[in-house]
Nanobody, 116 residues
């Protein structure tokens, strides 16, 4: 059974930094892509950033230049370095793994709160 376990969320002040981690277990092959989505209260879940096993990355426009995604394929782990955090970054952040076309997993989510 595939499990994605996130860590690193918390409360931070505006302009601060946090580093999220997500470790995947119960898989044989490294996911095609791993990434992060977020869902703020009253809003739909949205893409934050993704990284493929080949090293390609993709970012939402709102986080480009502030967030950096990275992967350790050997450990099936993905990280999200978040800098210059803003109140609008407050959300539950979910780890996502795409194992094959149409086959994906979600983590339980980790809360990030940015206070002004």
């Amino acid at each position: 059974q595939v499990q994605l376990v996130e860590s690193g969320g918390g409360l931070v002040q505006v302009g601060g930094s946090l580093r999220l981690s997500c470790a995947a277990s119960g898989i044989i092959f490294s996911p095609n892509a791993m990434g992060w989505y977020r869902q703020a209260p009253g809003k739909q879940r949205e893409l934050v950033a993704t990284a493929t096993s080949g090293g390609s990355t993709n970012y939402a426009g709102s986080v480009k230049g502030r967030f950096t995604i990275s992967r350790d394929n050997a450990k099936n782990t993905v990280f999200l370095e978040m800098n210059n955090l803003k109140p609008e970054d407050t959300a539950v952040y979910y780890c996502h793994a795409l194992h094959a076309p149409g086959i994906f997993s979600w983590g339980q989510g980790t809360h990030v709160t940015v206070s002004s």
